[in-house]
């Protein structure tokens, strides 16, 4: 009697033995599947925001591109220069400011010095110069988010190719050796210092052979300024991939990912967990 009532004891306590490590495998797979849903969701989040910016950046090449890049206008042989560009133009307003700036017609000082506060001035600035310049001003807005286009050669030193872009580079060209046209392959990206390095290759347009095409026909401004020596940046084709945008944006973390969220996922966590610990409770208080 006394060795069944201690064997009938037992059962109950190996019973919950092996109910215990399943339920215990079963909250701590979900607490991971949670958990990795989380960072699975973020990276897609993240991507899908690179692609926006690279978007933007594409717009805003094709936007310059249609108007074979953008005159910025200025007023006065002082007035302040509106950063890099490639061409300027300066024009007097009117005959007669033509001719006393010519000296074809002899005026006072006083006269001249008006008709140079009259002079307007057209510096051309090109697709890419348009859209670098764009990424200054974000840079300096103090926004998370950066881009910057790059290529194997470059005609400015100060656009080359970091490692991550190199290595976007290479991905990127084994893939059109692939000769497919998902549009998954012309995309490269990785996270690094919890930030997503995303790339995208980047098509030349026609207007970007007048500086692209070969040193001969680019803008004398191109070819005596040293800041544009940089050793390549030439051979473009139009409708073939010329380079990368790169863009680099703040990953946050799949613990602030957790807590954003919404109270339906962990209403639908907390009711796998209580079912889970109810069959428990259930299994081991069950009637010998």
């Given at each position: 009697m006394d060795k069944r009532m201690q064997r009938g004891a037992v059962q109950p306590s190996r019973l919950g033995l092996k109910l215990i490590v399943p339920m215990l495998?079963?909250?701590g797979g979900l607490g991971a599947a949670t958990w990795w849903l989380s960072e699975s969701l973020l990276l897609r989040q993240t991507v899908s925001e690179g692609r926006t910016v690279a978007d933007m950046v594409e717009n805003?090449?094709?936007?310059?591109?249609q108007y074979g890049g953008v005159h910025v206008r200025t007023v006065g042989a002082n007035a302040k220069i509106p950063g890099n560009f490639l061409t300027r133009s300066v024009y007097s307003t009117s005959g007669t400011d033509s001719q006393v700036l010519q000296g074809?017609?002899?005026e006072a000082a006083v006269a001249e010095r008006d008709a140079l506060?009259?002079?307007?001035?057209?510096?051309?600035?090109?697709?890419a110069l348009i859209q670098r310049e764009v990424a200054d001003v974000i840079t300096a807005?103090?926004?998370k988010a950066r881009y910057r286009l790059t290529a194997r050669t470059v005609l400015n030193k100060n656009n080359a190719p970091d490692d991550f872009e190199r290595e976007a580079l290479d991905a990127v060209?084994?893939?059109?050796?692939?000769k497919t046209n998902d549009v998954k392959a012309q995309e490269y990206w990785r996270v690094s210092g919890g930030r997503l390095l995303y790339a995208r290759s980047v098509v030349a347009q026609a207007s970007c052979l007048r500086c692209h095409d070969n040193p001969d026909n680019a803008p004398e401004f191109i070819r005596t300024n040293a800041q544009f020596n940089g050793g390549g940046g030439y051979g473009y084709i139009a409708g073939k991939p010329a380079g990368l945008i790169s863009?680099?944006?703040?990953m946050a973390s799949t613990q602030a990912?957790?807590?954003?969220?919404?109270?339906?996922?962990w209403a639908a966590v907390a009711l796998a967990g209580i079912g889970a610990l109810w069959m428990l409770v259930l299994a081991v208080r069950r009637p010998r």
């Open positions: 495998l079963f909250a805003i090449g094709r936007w310059a591109s074809s017609k002899v506060e009259r002079v307007e001035a057209y510096h051309w600035k090109n697709p807005s103090g926004s060209q084994a893939a059109a050796n692939g863009v680099s944006l703040p990912a957790l807590q954003t969220l919404p109270p339906e996922v």
